[in-house]
Structures are given as C-alpha cells and as structure tokens.
C-alpha cells in the first residue's frame, strides 16, 4: 500500500522542548516538503528537499530544521526558537516534475502547552 | 512576492446549487495549475490539474476547472453540489522556472453543503 505516513498524529510538548515529526514515504519521490497549515492561511512552505541530502529553506524555515538522510524520510525538528508553534503540520511528496501533484501525508496535530 | 488568492474563505451553498470557487495567481511565466481537497477527517487530495492542452479540465466527482491565461485565473466549477462536497478546497500553482518550479497555496475555501 503506496503512500505517506506521519506520526504521531496528535503531539504535546512543553515550551522550550525541542520536538521532531516524522514523515516517510514509500512511493520512490525524489522530492518531500514540509508544510505549516494554520487556519485561514492555507499552507505555507517549511522546508523541501528535491534528492538525498540537500534541502531548501521555503517561506517561514526560521525555528524548524530537516535532515533528508534517506530517500523515504525526511523528519522536521520544531526547535524552541520557534515561537509559534501550536500548528498542524503537512508532510508531502512527489516526483521532480512540476507537471504532477504532491501526496499527502495525515498530517501531525502539534501544541505546545 | 508571488501569489495565489482565493476570493471566498467561507461558501455556504444548499445541495442542487451550482458552485464556483474563484482562484488567481500573480506569475507570469508558465505555471502548472491544481485544485485540491480536503475532507473532514481525510488526507489533503488532488482533485484535478492543469498542465497543457485543453484548458477546460475534468477532475474526479464532477468537479472541473477553467484555466484562463489572460485572467491568470483557474476557477473551479460544479453544476451541482452534493452534501459529501462540504470540504476546505485549495487552489495550487507550480512556478516553473530555471532551476526547477515552486509551489504556492492559496489560503483554502471552506466549503459547507446544507442537506
């Protein structure tokens, strides 16, 4: 069964932890982005990462970091400088080629108490 | 800075009613065009996409979407929506550049069919 898989789904931390999402994928894409979804504000851009080992800052990367060390994963850390954190979290991938859609992962409830 | 808006935020509609979700971007070079879906409880979905050709395109449950490039528009259309339609719909644009193409979401359209 192809597809994407997050976990936890739902995640408490106290202020000042750092925590880390997971995300893996078993559809052999090259490309995987990580995705802040807030209410009224659509989905806004973390990180992505086009092939092993290198990765991009997107549109708000400050207080989150990535590593792509595998193909099938590429975990999000939410460090404590972060200062808003309390947010639902996407994971996506797809192929290299703009002409296709980004899968979807479920997605990871995170608040910080 | 580039941009995908969507006009409604909120769209309250009786099942029957026609449906149209207005979706403009800023680029001005080539872009690939989505729409997708989000139903309660579900995984983010593509619901149909635009990359070339005909600029009328066809997705899954009768949904469809116009790409007009002079409006820089990809509005999405149903003749007639059905309560298991009530979802939070984005419109997407791949950017394509040297280099490679960025993806932009619009901020989502909440979508409520009354029975």
């Known amino acids: 069964d192809g597809g994407i898989t997050q976990s936890p789904k739902y995640l408490f931390r106290k202020e000042g932890q750092n925590v880390t999402l997971s995300c893996e994928q078993n559809?052999?894409?090259?490309?995987m982005y990580w995705y802040r979804q807030d209410p009224g504000q659509g989905l806004r851009l973390i990180y992505y990462?086009?092939?092993?080992?290198?990765?991009q800052k997107g549109d708000i990367a400050e207080g989150y970091s990535v590593s792509r060390e595998k193909k099938e994963s590429f975990p999000l850390t939410v460090t404590s400088a972060q200062k808003n954190p309390t947010a639902f979290y996407l994971c996506?991938?797809?192929?290299?080629?703009?002409?296709?859609?980004?899968?979807f992962g479920p997605g990871t409830r995170l608040t910080v108490l | 800075a580039q941009s995908v808006s969507q006009h409604n935020h909120h769209v309250i509609l009786s099942e029957a009613a026609s449906l149209e979700l207005g979706c403009n971007y800023s680029?001005?070079?080539?872009?690939?065009l989505f729409w997708y879906v989000q139903y309660p409880g579900q995984h983010l979905q593509l619901l149909l996409k635009?990359?070339?050709?005909?600029?009328l395109v066809k997705g899954i449950k009768g949904f469809e979407a116009e790409f007009i490039k002079s409006k820089f528009s990809f509005n999405l259309r149903k003749p007639s929506v059905q309560w298991s339609d009530t979802a939070e719909y984005f419109c997407?644009?791949?950017?394509?550049?040297?280099?490679?193409?960025?993806?932009?979401f619009g901020a989502g359209t909440r979508l409520f069919v009354k029975a």
């Open positions: 559809l052999n894409h090259d490309a």
């Open positions: 680029y001005g070079g080539t872009v690939n």
């Open positions: 635009y990359f070339s050709g005909d600029p």
């Open positions: 996506a991938s797809s192929t290299q080629s703009s002409y296709n859609e980004q899968f």
């Open positions: 990462s086009q092939i092993v080992n290198d990765f």
């Open positions: 997407a644009v791949n950017e394509v550049g040297t280099g490679g193409f960025k993806t932009i």
